[in-house]
């Protein structure tokens, strides 16, 4: 299927423990992006990468670690889980731009609903 | 801190009326700008982006620009109970322009 793929779409994890969620994006899109989600709070960024082994943090990395071997998939990684990162994660990608202008739309996957106990 | 404010809401309309959203920012130097929908539960859809001053239409819906005033709004015409979801504001960040600046959205109510 084209487009952007999450999994999984839901995940109850307990505190401390490693969960990795995974995007792909079929669209050979440059950029990737991983959001959080929270009532109050909007859409925060976490990561986001310009090209296969580019990556950079966001607004709230802390405890979050991604890597992208592969310009396809980006995977995001809660390396010791804390009920602060029960929330909605979403990824997101967009083609590369000459500069300002038309190519800066996000395209969004349909999110992965993250509790933490 | 670059931000992009937008009123929360909610805001309820009669369904067949206009429903106006606005937004504001603060990055003067930002040149793409953008209204996302979410549905509960769901993830945001792009419905209009504008990048030049003035008004840029797309079915029943209207984004208007105002750079000097650092403002873009959403008409949204004939509004449905389709139409009831948040609406999400997003400007390009103009330091960084991998990145975009989020409003925390409008929950709009169209009522039948």
């Known amino acids: 299927d084209a487009g952007i793929t999450q999994s999984p779409r839901y995940k109850i994890t307990e505190t401390g423990r490693q969960v990795t969620l995974m995007c792909h994006q079929t669209?050979?899109?440059?950029?990737m992006f991983w959001y959080r989600q929270d009532l109050g709070h909007g859409l925060r960024l976490i990561y986001y990468?310009?090209?296969?082994?580019?990556?950079d943090k966001g607004e709230v990395p802390d405890g979050y670690v991604v890597s992208r071997s592969k310009t396809e998939n980006f995977p995001l990684t809660l390396e010791s889980a804390t009920r602060s990162q029960t929330s909605v994660y979403f990824c997101?990608?967009?083609?590369?731009?000459?500069?300002?202008?038309?190519?800066?739309?996000?395209?969004f996957g349909p999110g992965t609903r993250l509790t933490v106990l | 801190q670059k931000e992009v404010e937008q009123n929360s809401g909610p805001l309820s309309v009669p369904e067949g009326a206009i429903a106006s959203l606005n937004c504001t920012y603060s990055?003067?130097?930002?040149?793409?700008f953008f209204w996302y929908r979410q549905y509960s539960g769901k993830s945001p859809e792009l419905i209009m982006s504008?990048?030049s001053n003035g008004d840029k239409e797309d079915g029943r819906f209207t984004a208007q620009l105002n750079k000097a005033s650092q403002y873009v709004s959403l008409l949204i015409r004939d509004s449905q109970p389709s139409d009831s979801a948040t609406y999400l504001c997003?400007?390009?960040?103009?330091?960084?322009?991998?990145?975009?600046?989020w409003g925390l959205g409008t929950s709009l109510a169209v009522n039948p």
């Open positions: 997101a990608s967009r083609e590369t731009s000459g500069g300002l202008g038309a190519f800066d739309e996000q395209f």
């Open positions: 669209w050979s899109h440059s950029y």
């Open positions: 990468s310009a090209a296969a082994d580019i990556t």
């Open positions: 990055d003067r130097g930002s040149q793409s």
């Open positions: 504008i990048y």
């Open positions: 997003a400007v390009n960040d103009a330091g960084n322009n991998r990145k975009l600046i």
